[in-house]
């Protein structure tokens, strides 16, 4: 099919579900050829699937990214699959709950192994095939990385940490025309059976969310298409995360004071 990026080729990190799974269909939709990835074979048939019923350039790949190996075979089916490589968006990653003083510290392991090392292990093998199409690194961050939150403290590190790389890559990348994007994502919508991690490093299903205040995966997809199109490289969404930015930038201690009024707002329960 023709689109926008027709003859490109994008593979998605956590393309099984969710966000993931959204920003895959939506650059099919645009004529991009589709690499999915995820750890559970099943999801990934069925998400195969919807993007064939959109157009035939597709391969799916069950395996775990925060295994480094694993990473690099990745990188390097898909090169074996459509011989190049234009977009890699790294999505994988787990949330958690638990204030720091109740966390077991294997928490901060298991958040930073799929969040920090799933968004890296992938990117250092894929970069030189980037280089060649000149494509784009896009890292789907969150709101979250803006400051510390209560009860979130290695999940906002982690998105906090996926900044401090995609800054650090944009600067050594820019004389090769690599482009890197960091799409910070606000509330979004939970695809059934969604986890979280415990304080206790137990997984937990999060219970779905009310979807008269979030946003939708497509709407995070399509930003995430436009932030590649365009070339950009931090993308806010949602009005409140443009706020939030806006304030802890130049009031600092004003939205400090605001959360602590507003603790109760951030427990979201588990079941």
Request: charged share 25%; hydrophobic share 40%; with cysteine.
């Given at each position: 099919?023709?689109?926008?990026?027709?003859?490109?080729?994008?593979?998605?990190?956590?393309?099984?579900?969710?966000?993931?799974?959204?920003?895959?269909?939506e650059?099919?939709?645009?004529?991009?050829?589709?690499?999915?990835?995820?750890?559970?074979?099943?999801?990934?048939?069925?998400?195969?699937?919807?993007?064939?019923?959109?157009?035939?350039h597709?391969?799916?790949?069950?395996c775990?990214v925060?295994?480094?190996?694993?990473?690099?075979?990745?990188?390097?089916?898909?090169?074996?699959?459509?011989?190049?490589?234009?977009?890699?968006?790294?999505?994988?990653?787990?949330?958690?709950?638990?204030?720091?003083?109740?966390?077991?510290?294997?928490?901060?392991?298991?958040?930073f192994?799929?969040?920090?090392y799933?968004?890296?292990?992938?990117?250092?093998?894929?970069?030189?095939?980037?280089?060649?199409?000149?494509?784009?690194?896009?890292?789907?961050?969150?709101?979250?990385?803006?400051?510390?939150?209560?009860?979130?403290?290695?999940?906002?590190?982690?998105?906090?940490?996926?900044?401090?790389?995609?800054?650090?890559?944009?600067?050594?990348?820019?004389?090769?025309?690599?482009?890197?994007?960091?799409?910070?994502?606000?509330?979004?919508?939970?695809?059934?059976?969604?986890?979280?991690?415990?304080?206790?490093?137990?997984?937990?299903?999060?219970?779905s969310?009310?979807?008269?205040n979030?946003?939708?995966?497509?709407?995070?997809?399509?930003?995430?298409?436009?932030?590649?199109r365009?070339?950009?490289?931090?993308?806010?969404?949602?009005?409140?995360?443009?706020?939030?930015?806006?304030?802890?930038?130049?009031?600092?201690?004003?939205?400090?004071?605001?959360?602590?009024?507003n603790?109760?707002?951030?427990?979201?329960?588990?079941?």
């Amino acid at each position: 099919m023709a689109g926008k990026f027709q003859g490109k080729v994008a593979i998605i990190t956590g393309s099984s579900r969710g966000i993931g799974k959204a920003i895959a269909i939506e650059l099919a939709k645009n004529g991009a050829s589709i690499v999915l990835n995820g750890r559970n074979e099943q999801r990934l048939q069925e998400t195969e699937q919807i993007i064939r019923s959109i157009h035939p350039h597709v391969v799916s790949i069950c395996c775990d990214v925060s295994d480094i190996k694993a990473s690099e075979a990745l990188i390097e089916t898909a090169i074996q699959q459509f011989g190049r490589l234009d977009i890699l968006v790294n999505n994988v990653g787990v949330s958690m709950r638990g204030t720091v003083a109740e966390l077991n510290p294997d928490v901060f392991k298991k958040v930073f192994e799929s969040n920090v090392y799933g968004s890296v292990n992938p990117t250092i093998p894929a970069i030189p095939y980037l280089r060649k199409t000149k494509g784009s690194i896009v890292f789907i961050s969150s709101l979250a990385g803006i400051r510390g939150l209560p009860g979130l403290s290695a999940y906002c590190s982690s998105k906090m940490a996926l900044r401090a790389i995609a800054e650090s890559i944009r600067l050594e990348e820019k004389s090769n025309g690599v482009h890197v994007g960091l799409i910070q994502v606000g509330i979004t919508e939970i695809e059934h059976n969604k986890e979280t991690i415990a304080a206790d490093g137990s997984m937990k299903t999060l219970k779905s969310r009310d979807k008269s205040n979030v946003q939708t995966t497509e709407q995070v997809a399509i930003a995430t298409v436009k932030n590649i199109r365009s070339r950009k490289f931090i993308t806010t969404l949602t009005g409140i995360g443009k706020v939030n930015k806006f304030m802890q930038a130049r009031f600092p201690m004003l939205v400090e004071r605001i959360i602590l009024k507003n603790l109760h707002k951030f427990e979201e329960k588990s079941e």
